[in-house]
Protein backbone atom coordinates (compact mmCIF):
# COMPACT_ATOMS: atom_id res chain seq x y z
CA UNK A 1 0.00 0.00 0.00
CA UNK A 2 2.73 2.40 0.80
CA UNK A 3 5.02 1.48 -2.20
CA UNK A 4 1.57 1.82 -4.53
CA UNK A 5 0.52 5.60 -2.39
CA UNK A 6 4.15 7.30 -3.00
CA UNK A 7 4.07 5.79 -6.82
CA UNK A 8 0.61 7.88 -7.22
CA UNK A 9 1.67 10.82 -5.11
CA UNK A 10 4.79 11.39 -7.17
CA UNK A 11 2.99 11.32 -10.77
CA UNK A 12 0.37 13.52 -9.12
CA UNK A 13 2.74 16.17 -8.09
CA UNK A 14 4.41 16.17 -11.60
CA UNK A 15 1.10 17.70 -12.52
CA UNK A 16 0.14 20.99 -12.53
CA UNK A 17 -1.04 22.22 -9.54
CA UNK A 18 -3.98 24.06 -10.84
CA UNK A 19 -5.46 21.57 -12.91
CA UNK A 20 -8.05 20.97 -11.04
CA UNK A 21 -8.78 24.28 -9.90
CA UNK A 22 -12.46 25.50 -9.17
CA UNK A 23 -13.51 28.54 -11.45
CA UNK A 24 -16.11 29.33 -9.72
CA UNK A 25 -17.41 30.05 -6.12
CA UNK A 26 -18.04 27.77 -2.72
CA UNK A 27 -20.81 25.06 -1.89
CA UNK A 28 -24.15 25.64 -2.68
CA UNK A 29 -27.04 25.66 0.44
CA UNK A 30 -30.63 24.48 -0.50
CA UNK A 31 -32.32 28.06 -2.10
CA UNK A 32 -35.87 28.10 -1.30
CA UNK A 33 -36.55 29.93 -4.26
CA UNK A 34 -34.28 29.10 -7.01
CA UNK A 35 -34.51 31.21 -10.54
CA UNK A 36 -32.74 31.05 -13.52
CA UNK A 37 -31.54 34.01 -12.53
CA UNK A 38 -30.37 33.47 -9.62
CA UNK A 39 -29.04 30.27 -10.66
CA UNK A 40 -26.94 31.80 -13.21
CA UNK A 41 -25.33 34.73 -11.02
CA UNK A 42 -23.71 32.36 -8.55
CA UNK A 43 -22.05 30.28 -11.57
CA UNK A 44 -21.25 27.93 -8.83
CA UNK A 45 -19.41 25.15 -10.79
CA UNK A 46 -18.95 22.56 -7.73
CA UNK A 47 -16.17 21.46 -5.70
CA UNK A 48 -12.80 22.99 -5.41
CA UNK A 49 -9.57 20.70 -5.57
CA UNK A 50 -6.33 20.75 -6.47
CA UNK A 51 -3.52 18.64 -7.28
CA UNK A 52 -1.87 18.90 -4.63
CA UNK A 53 -4.63 18.69 -2.55
CA UNK A 54 -5.06 14.99 -3.71
CA UNK A 55 -1.32 14.10 -2.88
CA UNK A 56 -1.72 15.19 0.54
CA UNK A 57 -4.99 13.26 0.85
CA UNK A 58 -3.42 9.91 -0.91
CA UNK A 59 -1.08 9.24 2.50
CA UNK A 60 -4.87 8.63 4.32
CA UNK A 61 -6.68 7.09 1.30
CA UNK A 62 -8.41 3.93 1.14
CA UNK A 63 -7.63 1.92 -1.85
CA UNK A 64 -10.64 -0.35 -2.83
CA UNK A 65 -9.89 -3.06 -5.82
CA UNK A 66 -12.54 -4.14 -7.67
CA UNK A 67 -12.60 -7.94 -8.99
CA UNK A 68 -15.33 -9.93 -10.02
CA UNK A 69 -15.87 -11.98 -7.08
CA UNK A 70 -15.58 -8.88 -4.85
CA UNK A 71 -13.85 -5.42 -3.09
CA UNK A 72 -11.01 -5.55 -1.14
CA UNK A 73 -9.69 -3.24 0.97
CA UNK A 74 -6.26 -1.48 1.95
CA UNK A 75 -7.79 0.48 4.95
CA UNK A 76 -11.10 1.41 6.91
CA UNK A 77 -13.74 3.36 7.51
CA UNK A 78 -16.31 5.60 5.71
CA UNK A 79 -17.32 3.07 2.93
CA UNK A 80 -19.80 -0.36 2.78
CA UNK A 81 -18.86 -3.11 0.84
CA UNK A 82 -22.30 -5.46 -0.56
CA UNK A 83 -20.65 -7.93 -3.21
CA UNK A 84 -19.20 -5.88 -5.93
CA UNK A 85 -21.17 -2.80 -5.07
CA UNK A 86 -19.40 -0.16 -3.58
CA UNK A 87 -21.53 2.62 -1.20
CA UNK A 88 -18.84 5.51 0.37
CA UNK A 89 -20.92 7.07 3.29
CA UNK A 90 -18.40 9.89 4.50
CA UNK A 91 -16.32 12.33 3.25
CA UNK A 92 -12.21 11.12 1.91
CA UNK A 93 -10.26 10.36 -0.21
CA UNK A 94 -10.68 6.53 -1.90
CA UNK A 95 -8.66 4.97 -4.76
CA UNK A 96 -10.82 2.46 -7.07
CA UNK A 97 -9.15 0.49 -9.04
CA UNK A 98 -8.93 -3.26 -10.39
CA UNK A 99 -11.54 -5.14 -12.66
CA UNK A 100 -15.18 -5.98 -12.47
CA UNK A 101 -17.48 -7.21 -14.91
CA UNK A 102 -20.68 -6.05 -12.97
CA UNK A 103 -19.95 -3.33 -10.11
CA UNK A 104 -21.10 -0.08 -8.92
CA UNK A 105 -19.72 3.04 -6.80
CA UNK A 106 -22.42 5.40 -5.25
CA UNK A 107 -21.66 8.39 -2.87
CA UNK A 108 -24.19 8.38 -0.42
CA UNK A 109 -26.93 11.30 -0.28
CA UNK A 110 -25.29 14.40 1.29
CA UNK A 111 -21.87 13.31 1.54
CA UNK A 112 -19.97 16.16 0.90
CA UNK A 113 -15.54 15.75 0.76
CA UNK A 114 -15.45 12.90 -1.24
CA UNK A 115 -12.19 12.61 -4.04
CA UNK A 116 -12.58 9.34 -6.38
CA UNK A 117 -9.06 8.53 -7.64
CA UNK A 118 -9.87 6.30 -10.76
CA UNK A 119 -6.10 4.65 -11.03
CA UNK A 120 -6.32 1.68 -13.62
CA UNK A 121 -10.27 0.95 -12.83
CA UNK A 122 -12.59 -0.73 -15.49
CA UNK A 123 -15.98 -1.09 -14.37
CA UNK A 124 -18.71 -2.61 -15.77
CA UNK A 125 -22.56 -2.74 -14.26
CA UNK A 126 -24.96 -4.52 -15.33
CA UNK A 127 -28.78 -2.67 -14.88
CA UNK A 128 -27.32 0.65 -12.92
CA UNK A 129 -25.14 3.26 -13.15
CA UNK A 130 -21.35 2.78 -12.38
CA UNK A 131 -20.81 5.58 -10.48
CA UNK A 132 -23.42 7.43 -8.76
CA UNK A 133 -23.20 10.76 -6.71
CA UNK A 134 -25.87 10.95 -4.47
CA UNK A 135 -28.30 14.06 -4.11
CA UNK A 136 -26.55 17.25 -2.52
CA UNK A 137 -23.43 15.09 -2.79
CA UNK A 138 -19.89 17.25 -3.04
CA UNK A 139 -17.99 14.41 -5.02
CA UNK A 140 -14.49 14.92 -7.17
CA UNK A 141 -13.49 12.19 -9.85
CA UNK A 142 -10.24 12.39 -10.42
CA UNK A 143 -8.55 10.29 -13.14
CA UNK A 144 -4.90 9.17 -11.68
CA UNK A 145 -1.82 10.77 -14.08
CA UNK A 146 -0.42 7.74 -16.50
CA UNK A 147 -4.06 5.93 -16.24
CA UNK A 148 -6.47 4.87 -18.40
CA UNK A 149 -10.40 3.92 -17.11
CA UNK A 150 -13.71 2.72 -17.92
CA UNK A 151 -16.30 2.64 -17.27
CA UNK A 152 -19.70 1.15 -19.11
CA UNK A 153 -23.29 -0.01 -18.73
CA UNK A 154 -25.44 -2.60 -20.67
CA UNK A 155 -28.84 -1.30 -22.30
CA UNK A 156 -30.55 -2.34 -19.28
CA UNK A 157 -29.68 0.38 -17.70
CA UNK A 158 -32.83 2.53 -19.39
CA UNK A 159 -36.31 2.76 -17.04
CA UNK A 160 -38.13 3.41 -20.11
CA UNK A 161 -37.22 0.28 -21.96
CA UNK A 162 -36.60 -1.64 -18.91
CA UNK A 163 -39.31 -0.15 -16.69
CA UNK A 164 -39.13 -3.07 -14.41
CA UNK A 165 -35.54 -2.08 -13.50
CA UNK A 166 -35.72 -0.15 -10.29
CA UNK A 167 -31.93 -0.05 -10.06
CA UNK A 168 -31.50 1.89 -13.45
CA UNK A 169 -29.82 5.31 -13.52
CA UNK A 170 -29.95 6.16 -17.25
CA UNK A 171 -26.37 6.64 -17.42
CA UNK A 172 -22.72 5.83 -16.60
CA UNK A 173 -22.01 8.64 -14.29
CA UNK A 174 -25.47 10.14 -12.93
CA UNK A 175 -25.17 12.91 -10.43
CA UNK A 176 -28.10 13.40 -8.42
CA UNK A 177 -30.12 17.03 -8.38
CA UNK A 178 -27.97 19.45 -6.33
CA UNK A 179 -24.85 17.61 -6.45
CA UNK A 180 -21.90 19.07 -7.31
CA UNK A 181 -19.53 16.95 -9.28
CA UNK A 182 -16.25 17.88 -10.89
CA UNK A 183 -14.07 15.29 -13.51
CA UNK A 184 -10.77 15.93 -13.61
CA UNK A 185 -7.61 14.75 -13.57
CA UNK A 186 -4.44 14.14 -16.14
CA UNK A 187 -5.56 10.05 -16.91
CA UNK A 188 -7.58 8.99 -19.51
CA UNK A 189 -11.32 7.85 -18.51
CA UNK A 190 -13.15 5.93 -21.27
CA UNK A 191 -17.33 6.14 -21.15
CA UNK A 192 -19.27 3.53 -22.78
CA UNK A 193 -23.16 4.39 -22.46
CA UNK A 194 -25.38 1.07 -23.91
CA UNK A 195 -28.18 1.94 -21.60
CA UNK A 196 -28.88 6.07 -22.66
CA UNK A 197 -26.69 8.76 -21.30
CA UNK A 198 -22.99 9.19 -20.55
CA UNK A 199 -22.79 11.63 -17.83
CA UNK A 200 -26.15 13.17 -16.57
CA UNK A 201 -26.03 15.96 -13.79
CA UNK A 202 -29.39 16.65 -11.85
CA UNK A 203 -31.47 19.79 -11.27
CA UNK A 204 -31.58 22.67 -8.64
CA UNK A 205 -34.64 22.05 -6.48
CA UNK A 206 -35.52 23.87 -3.29
CA UNK A 207 -34.70 20.83 -1.04
CA UNK A 208 -31.50 19.86 -2.81
CA UNK A 209 -29.61 23.10 -3.61
CA UNK A 210 -28.11 24.03 -6.94
CA UNK A 211 -26.18 21.21 -9.17
CA UNK A 212 -23.41 21.56 -11.22
CA UNK A 213 -21.19 19.77 -13.29
CA UNK A 214 -17.53 20.47 -14.11
CA UNK A 215 -15.09 19.04 -16.68
CA UNK A 216 -10.78 20.03 -16.68
CA UNK A 217 -8.03 18.92 -17.83
CA UNK A 218 -9.31 15.31 -18.23
CA UNK A 219 -8.63 13.22 -21.63
CA UNK A 220 -12.34 11.53 -22.00
CA UNK A 221 -13.89 9.96 -24.50
CA UNK A 222 -17.49 9.23 -24.55
CA UNK A 223 -19.75 7.32 -26.80
CA UNK A 224 -23.39 6.96 -26.56
CA UNK A 225 -25.65 5.57 -29.02
CA UNK A 226 -29.21 5.54 -27.33
CA UNK A 227 -29.36 9.35 -26.15
CA UNK A 228 -26.86 11.88 -24.72
CA UNK A 229 -23.11 11.98 -24.11
CA UNK A 230 -23.44 14.78 -21.88
CA UNK A 231 -26.56 15.98 -20.59
CA UNK A 232 -27.20 18.52 -17.44
CA UNK A 233 -30.15 20.10 -16.34
CA UNK A 234 -28.56 22.95 -14.76
CA UNK A 235 -25.07 23.86 -14.31
CA UNK A 236 -22.27 22.74 -16.78
CA UNK A 237 -18.76 23.68 -17.38
CA UNK A 238 -16.61 22.09 -19.70
CA UNK A 239 -12.89 24.23 -18.98
CA UNK A 240 -10.30 22.65 -20.38
CA UNK A 241 -9.22 18.98 -21.42
CA UNK A 242 -9.40 16.60 -24.23
CA UNK A 243 -13.06 15.24 -25.22
CA UNK A 244 -14.18 13.13 -28.12
CA UNK A 245 -17.55 12.56 -28.14
CA UNK A 246 -19.91 10.47 -29.96
CA UNK A 247 -23.57 10.42 -29.61
CA UNK A 248 -27.33 9.43 -30.91
CA UNK A 249 -28.34 12.80 -29.93
CA UNK A 250 -27.18 15.42 -28.19
CA UNK A 251 -23.06 15.17 -27.53
CA UNK A 252 -23.09 18.06 -24.91
CA UNK A 253 -26.69 18.89 -23.53
CA UNK A 254 -27.68 21.76 -20.82
CA UNK A 255 -30.64 23.04 -20.00
CA UNK A 256 -29.64 25.81 -19.00
CA UNK A 257 -26.16 27.20 -18.69
CA UNK A 258 -23.25 26.27 -20.24
CA UNK A 259 -19.76 27.50 -20.71
CA UNK A 260 -16.88 26.15 -22.57
CA UNK A 261 -13.14 27.25 -22.08
CA UNK A 262 -12.53 30.34 -19.62
CA UNK A 263 -10.83 34.23 -21.27
CA UNK A 264 -6.90 33.68 -21.38
CA UNK A 265 -6.86 30.06 -21.38
CA UNK A 266 -6.62 27.66 -24.60
CA UNK A 267 -9.57 25.81 -23.26
CA UNK A 268 -10.85 22.54 -23.91
CA UNK A 269 -10.27 21.06 -27.29
CA UNK A 270 -13.61 19.15 -28.19
CA UNK A 271 -13.80 16.75 -31.15
CA UNK A 272 -17.29 15.41 -31.78
CA UNK A 273 -17.37 12.73 -35.02
CA UNK A 274 -21.21 11.88 -34.88
CA UNK A 275 -24.40 13.10 -33.21
CA UNK A 276 -27.59 14.84 -34.11
CA UNK A 277 -27.44 18.16 -32.63
CA UNK A 278 -23.97 18.85 -31.20
CA UNK A 279 -23.75 21.34 -28.55
CA UNK A 280 -27.18 22.68 -27.28
CA UNK A 281 -28.18 24.95 -24.07
CA UNK A 282 -30.56 27.84 -23.47
CA UNK A 283 -27.52 30.32 -22.27
CA UNK A 284 -24.37 28.81 -24.24
CA UNK A 285 -20.64 30.67 -23.89
CA UNK A 286 -18.24 29.51 -25.64
CA UNK A 287 -14.41 31.69 -24.29
CA UNK A 288 -11.70 29.86 -25.64
CA UNK A 289 -11.15 26.06 -27.11
CA UNK A 290 -10.38 24.15 -30.41
CA UNK A 291 -13.62 22.01 -30.91
CA UNK A 292 -14.36 20.47 -34.04
CA UNK A 293 -18.28 19.33 -35.25
CA UNK A 294 -19.97 17.14 -37.52
CA UNK A 295 -23.37 16.82 -36.83
CA UNK A 296 -26.69 15.61 -38.70
CA UNK A 297 -29.03 18.09 -37.06
CA UNK A 298 -27.31 21.80 -35.64
CA UNK A 299 -23.99 22.11 -34.47
CA UNK A 300 -24.52 24.97 -31.99
CA UNK A 301 -28.13 25.63 -30.52
CA UNK A 302 -29.33 28.30 -28.22
CA UNK A 303 -33.10 26.53 -27.04
CA UNK A 304 -35.25 24.47 -24.81
CA UNK A 305 -38.46 24.46 -25.74
CA UNK A 306 -39.63 24.23 -21.90
CA UNK A 307 -38.40 27.82 -21.30
CA UNK A 308 -40.56 30.61 -21.75
CA UNK A 309 -39.63 33.96 -20.85
CA UNK A 310 -36.52 32.76 -21.19
CA UNK A 311 -33.55 34.99 -23.48
CA UNK A 312 -31.72 32.51 -24.86
CA UNK A 313 -28.37 33.69 -26.26
CA UNK A 314 -25.69 32.49 -27.71
CA UNK A 315 -21.74 34.03 -27.47
CA UNK A 316 -18.71 33.65 -28.85
CA UNK A 317 -15.58 35.42 -27.71
CA UNK A 318 -12.76 32.84 -28.55
CA UNK A 319 -11.57 29.63 -29.49
CA UNK A 320 -11.95 27.73 -32.79
CA UNK A 321 -14.65 26.61 -33.88
CA UNK A 322 -15.28 24.34 -36.90
CA UNK A 323 -18.40 23.02 -37.29
CA UNK A 324 -20.38 21.25 -40.34
CA UNK A 325 -24.13 19.80 -40.25
CA UNK A 326 -25.30 17.87 -42.94
CA UNK A 327 -28.83 18.47 -42.26
CA UNK A 328 -29.59 21.45 -39.67
CA UNK A 329 -28.44 24.81 -38.77
CA UNK A 330 -24.87 25.20 -38.63
CA UNK A 331 -25.69 28.05 -35.13
CA UNK A 332 -29.17 28.67 -34.29
CA UNK A 333 -30.43 30.64 -31.61
CA UNK A 334 -33.80 30.96 -30.27
CA UNK A 335 -32.83 34.53 -29.18
CA UNK A 336 -29.69 36.46 -29.70
CA UNK A 337 -26.38 35.24 -31.10
CA UNK A 338 -22.94 37.23 -30.89
CA UNK A 339 -19.39 36.69 -32.00
CA UNK A 340 -16.97 38.99 -30.80
CA UNK A 341 -14.28 36.85 -30.78
CA UNK A 342 -12.17 33.48 -31.91
CA UNK A 343 -12.48 31.85 -35.22
CA UNK A 344 -15.36 30.35 -36.71
CA UNK A 345 -15.66 28.67 -40.15
CA UNK A 346 -19.24 26.77 -40.19
CA UNK A 347 -20.56 25.13 -43.01
CA UNK A 348 -24.22 23.22 -43.75
CA UNK A 349 -25.75 21.35 -46.13
CA UNK A 350 -26.98 22.81 -49.55
CA UNK A 351 -30.54 22.92 -48.92
CA UNK A 352 -32.48 26.30 -48.40
CA UNK A 353 -33.93 26.12 -45.16
CA UNK A 354 -30.73 25.34 -43.00
CA UNK A 355 -28.63 28.42 -42.37
CA UNK A 356 -25.06 28.57 -40.89
CA UNK A 357 -26.08 31.54 -38.51
CA UNK A 358 -29.31 31.40 -37.50
CA UNK A 359 -31.19 33.77 -34.93
CA UNK A 360 -34.82 34.68 -33.76
CA UNK A 361 -32.90 37.71 -32.30
CA UNK A 362 -30.06 39.60 -33.55
CA UNK A 363 -26.92 38.37 -35.10
CA UNK A 364 -23.92 40.50 -33.72
CA UNK A 365 -20.88 40.51 -35.22
CA UNK A 366 -17.90 42.67 -33.68
CA UNK A 367 -14.70 40.67 -34.08
CA UNK A 368 -13.00 37.62 -34.28
CA UNK A 369 -12.80 35.63 -38.15
CA UNK A 370 -15.88 34.33 -39.21
CA UNK A 371 -16.51 32.59 -42.48
CA UNK A 372 -20.41 30.54 -42.96
CA UNK A 373 -21.09 29.07 -45.86
CA UNK A 374 -24.13 27.35 -47.02
CA UNK A 375 -27.21 26.60 -49.70
CA UNK A 376 -28.02 28.65 -52.20
CA UNK A 377 -30.81 30.51 -51.05
CA UNK A 378 -28.25 32.45 -49.17
CA UNK A 379 -28.90 33.71 -45.63
CA UNK A 380 -32.00 35.33 -43.89
CA UNK A 381 -31.39 37.07 -40.69
CA UNK A 382 -30.90 40.43 -38.44
CA UNK A 383 -27.22 41.75 -38.83
CA UNK A 384 -25.27 43.86 -36.69
CA UNK A 385 -21.80 43.99 -37.88
CA UNK A 386 -19.16 46.43 -36.44
CA UNK A 387 -16.87 44.80 -37.87
CA UNK A 388 -16.89 44.77 -42.11
CA UNK A 389 -18.18 41.79 -44.06
CA UNK A 390 -18.78 40.77 -47.11
CA UNK A 391 -20.90 38.06 -48.72
CA UNK A 392 -20.71 35.92 -52.03
CA UNK A 393 -23.09 34.49 -53.95
CA UNK A 394 -27.11 33.45 -53.42
CA UNK A 395 -28.95 32.18 -55.94
CA UNK A 396 -31.03 34.66 -58.23
CA UNK A 397 -28.47 37.72 -56.47
CA UNK A 398 -26.01 37.53 -59.59
CA UNK A 399 -24.09 34.69 -57.40
CA UNK A 400 -23.48 31.45 -57.39
CA UNK A 401 -26.68 30.17 -58.52
CA UNK A 402 -26.08 27.03 -57.25
CA UNK A 403 -23.55 25.18 -55.10
CA UNK A 404 -20.47 26.14 -57.13
CA UNK A 405 -18.32 25.65 -54.35
CA UNK A 406 -17.70 21.71 -54.16
CA UNK A 407 -16.76 19.58 -51.30
CA UNK A 408 -13.19 19.45 -50.20
CA UNK A 409 -12.40 22.33 -52.67
CA UNK A 410 -10.02 25.22 -51.11
CA UNK A 411 -11.53 28.15 -51.00
CA UNK A 412 -9.55 31.82 -50.98
CA UNK A 413 -10.53 35.38 -50.23
CA UNK A 414 -8.36 38.25 -50.91
CA UNK A 415 -7.97 41.68 -51.01
CA UNK A 416 -7.53 43.89 -53.67
CA UNK A 417 -3.70 43.92 -53.95
CA UNK A 418 -4.09 39.91 -54.15
CA UNK A 419 -3.29 39.28 -50.38
CA UNK A 420 -5.61 36.25 -48.88
CA UNK A 421 -7.72 37.20 -46.01
CA UNK A 422 -8.76 33.82 -45.98
CA UNK A 423 -7.86 30.25 -46.90
CA UNK A 424 -9.96 26.95 -45.85
CA UNK A 425 -11.09 23.85 -46.78
CA UNK A 426 -15.09 23.24 -48.51
CA UNK A 427 -16.64 20.90 -45.15
CA UNK A 428 -19.60 20.76 -47.45
CA UNK A 429 -21.24 21.99 -51.24
CA UNK A 430 -22.40 25.81 -51.23
CA UNK A 431 -23.91 28.31 -53.13
CA UNK A 432 -22.93 31.18 -50.67
CA UNK A 433 -20.03 32.17 -48.86
CA UNK A 434 -20.45 34.75 -45.75
CA UNK A 435 -17.00 36.53 -44.07
CA UNK A 436 -16.09 38.84 -41.71
CA UNK A 437 -12.95 39.33 -40.33
CA UNK A 438 -10.47 42.33 -38.67
CA UNK A 439 -8.22 41.80 -41.94
CA UNK A 440 -11.67 43.50 -43.93
CA UNK A 441 -11.63 46.98 -44.55
CA UNK A 442 -15.37 48.60 -44.92
CA UNK A 443 -15.70 49.61 -48.59
CA UNK A 444 -12.59 47.41 -49.53
CA UNK A 445 -13.04 45.11 -52.37
CA UNK A 446 -12.39 41.72 -52.44
CA UNK A 447 -12.26 38.42 -54.56
CA UNK A 448 -13.51 35.04 -53.55
CA UNK A 449 -12.52 32.01 -55.56
CA UNK A 450 -13.99 28.32 -54.37
CA UNK A 451 -13.97 25.56 -56.89
CA UNK A 452 -15.20 26.89 -60.46
CA UNK A 453 -16.27 30.40 -59.35
CA UNK A 454 -14.87 33.37 -58.67
CA UNK A 455 -16.81 36.24 -57.43
CA UNK A 456 -15.84 40.27 -56.52
CA UNK A 457 -17.84 42.07 -53.71
CA UNK A 458 -17.29 45.20 -51.34
CA UNK A 459 -16.84 44.95 -46.99
CA UNK A 460 -19.52 46.81 -45.52
CA UNK A 461 -20.25 47.21 -41.80
CA UNK A 462 -24.23 47.95 -40.38
CA UNK A 463 -26.73 46.24 -40.16
CA UNK A 464 -29.51 44.51 -42.21
CA UNK A 465 -32.99 43.02 -41.50
CA UNK A 466 -34.64 40.06 -43.17
CA UNK A 467 -36.32 40.77 -46.40
CA UNK A 468 -34.20 44.36 -46.62
CA UNK A 469 -31.77 43.78 -48.74
CA UNK A 470 -28.00 44.18 -48.17
CA UNK A 471 -26.49 45.85 -45.38
CA UNK A 472 -26.29 49.62 -44.43
CA UNK A 473 -29.69 50.13 -43.83
CA UNK A 474 -33.15 49.54 -46.30
CA UNK A 475 -32.33 49.00 -49.75
CA UNK A 476 -28.76 48.91 -49.60
CA UNK A 477 -27.01 45.51 -51.13
CA UNK A 478 -23.90 44.09 -51.28
CA UNK A 479 -22.83 43.86 -54.57
CA UNK A 480 -21.95 40.18 -56.20
CA UNK A 481 -24.70 39.15 -53.77
CA UNK A 482 -26.86 40.00 -50.93
CA UNK A 483 -28.64 38.57 -48.00
CA UNK A 484 -32.02 37.39 -48.83
CA UNK A 485 -35.07 37.70 -47.01
CA UNK A 486 -36.44 34.61 -44.52
CA UNK A 487 -37.91 34.55 -41.48
CA UNK A 488 -35.01 33.20 -39.37
CA UNK A 489 -37.32 30.89 -37.33
CA UNK A 490 -37.10 27.28 -36.52
CA UNK A 491 -39.83 24.69 -37.21
CA UNK A 492 -42.36 24.14 -34.71
CA UNK A 493 -40.78 20.66 -34.49
CA UNK A 494 -37.65 21.66 -34.21
CA UNK A 495 -37.05 21.27 -30.78
CA UNK A 496 -38.44 18.11 -29.96
CA UNK A 497 -36.93 16.06 -27.56
CA UNK A 498 -36.12 18.85 -25.27
CA UNK A 499 -35.08 17.97 -21.18
CA UNK A 500 -37.53 18.98 -18.27
CA UNK A 501 -38.40 22.67 -17.66
CA UNK A 502 -36.70 25.10 -16.05
CA UNK A 503 -37.46 28.30 -14.29
CA UNK A 504 -37.62 31.12 -16.85
CA UNK A 505 -35.76 34.24 -17.10
CA UNK A 506 -31.75 34.43 -16.99
CA UNK A 507 -29.05 36.64 -18.34
CA UNK A 508 -25.90 35.07 -19.98
CA UNK A 509 -23.20 35.37 -16.75
CA UNK A 510 -19.80 37.07 -17.04
CA UNK A 511 -16.85 35.43 -18.47
CA UNK A 512 -15.33 33.20 -15.94
CA UNK A 513 -11.41 33.77 -15.01
CA UNK A 514 -8.46 31.63 -16.08
CA UNK A 515 -9.18 28.77 -13.44
CA UNK A 516 -9.16 31.23 -10.25
Known amino acids: MKKFVSFLCAGVMLLSLAACGSTGGGEAAADTNITADSVVSTGNTGSTVTDADIAAQLADAVTLTFSDSGITA ?36 GVSGVTLVLSGLTLTSADTAPITCGKSSQVVLYAAAGTENRLADTAQNNDETYSENTDAENAVIKC ?38 TIRDIALTITAPVNDAINAEQLLVIESGTLTISAGDDAIHCDLLLNIGAEGTDGPAITI ?60 SNGSLTISGGTVAVWTANTADNQPLDADGTITISGGTVLAAGGSSGMGMNLSASQACVTFGASGMGGFGGSAIAKGSTVTIQDAD ?25 GGTYTLAGGSSTLTADAQTGSISSGMGGMGGPGGQM ?11 RPDDAESGQRPSMPSGGQSPAAPGSGS
Do not use: H, R
Not at 182 to 208: D, F, P, Q, R
Not at 422 to 433: D, E
Open 74 to 109: DGSGGFETEGTALTITDAGTYVLTGSCADGSVKVKK
Open 479 to 489: PGGQFPGGSGQ
Open 418 to 442: GNAVYSGTALCNAGFVFFSSPALTD
Open 273 to 332: TDCYEAIEAATLNIFSGDIDITSSDDCLNAANSDLSGYDFSMTISGGTITAYSSGGDGFD
Open 176 to 213: KDGSQVTLCGSGTLVIEANGKNGIKSGAATAEEGEASL
